[in-house]
C-alpha cells in the first residue's frame, strides 16, 4: 500500500447534482486524470424510451491528484469535498479504480444497485409484497437475498430478487438518543 503523502492517488469527488460530465471535463483541462464511470439508462420521453450514457455514482468523480496539493481541484466547479473521514481525504485503493474500469470497459450491463449488508434493515420495493420492511440475513449468489421478517415475535424468511429491495429507514422509539438505531422488533424468544 502507498502511503507517501507526496504522490498522485485517486480520489472520490462529491460533486453538486448533474455536475459529473463538466466537473470532469474541467479538471482534465486542468491536467487532470478523472474517471467518471458511466451505464447505459434506458429513460422514458413522451412517445418512446431512449438510451443515454448515466453515472454509476451519481455525485461522484474519481480524480488523481496529490493530496497535498488539491485546493486547484477542491475550487473547480461543482466540486464540493473530497470524499474522506472528517476533514481527512482518504484515497481509494488502485485495484478498486482497476476493477470499475474493467466492469465498465467490458461490454457486460453493469448498473448502480443499494450498498446493503447483512444485518441491515431492507424496504421491500415492487411486486405483492411492495412495503414490506425485514432485516437482510444473508445473499443467495449475486442476485438473490433472503429478507427475515418479524411476526409475532417470530420470523420469518423469504428469498427475493435484491433489485426490488432498497435500504430501509431505521424507526426510532421516542427515548432513543440521537445516532441510535432502536430494532423495530423484538427477536424471537427460543
Known amino acids: ?12 469527488l462529491q460533486l453538486r ?5 463538466s ?27 431512449k438510451e443515454v ?17 488539491r485546493l486547484p481541484v477542491l475550487i473547480t466547479p461543482g466540486v464540493i469535498s473530497v470524499v474522506g473521514t472528517g476533514r481527512v481525504p482518504i484515497p481509494v485503493e488502485e485495484s478498486e479504480i482497476e476493477s470499475i474500469q474493467r466492469m465498465v470497459s467490458s461490454g457486460l450491463r453493469v448498473e448502480p444497485c443499494p450498498y446493503l449488508e447483512v444485518g441491515q434493515l431492507v ?26 421478517i418479524s411476526l409475532l415475535r417470530r420470523s ?16 426510532r422509539s421516542g427515548v432513543a438518543q440521537p445516532g441510535v438505531v ?7 424468544v427460543t
Open 1 to 12: 500500500m502507498n502511503t507517501e503523502p507526496k504522490a498522485d492517488r485517486w480520489y472520490a
Open 53 to 69: 450514457q448515466s453515472p454509476l455514482f451519481p455525485g461522484y468523480l474519481f480524480c488523481r491528484f496529490n493530496v497535498c496539493d
Open 156 to 171: 420469518v424468511a423469504l428469498e427475493i430478487d435484491r433489485s426490488v429491495v432498497s435500504p430501509g429507514q431505521p424507526k
Open 17 to 21: 447534482s448533474r455536475w459529473e460530465s
Open 123 to 148: 424496504r421491500i420495493e415492487d411486486g405483492a409484497l411492495s412495503g414490506i420492511e425485514g432485516v437482510l440475513t444473508s445473499f443467495k449468489g449475486s442476485q438473490r437475498i433472503v429478507v427475515s
Open 23 to 49: 466537473t470532469a471535463a474541467l479538471l482534465s483541462c486542468k491536467g487532470y486524470q478523472t474517471f467518471l464511470p458511466t451505464y447505459k439508462n434506458a429513460t422514458r420521453g413522451s412517445s418512446r424510451s
Open 182 to 188: 432502536v430494532p423495530w422488533f423484538e427477536p424471537a
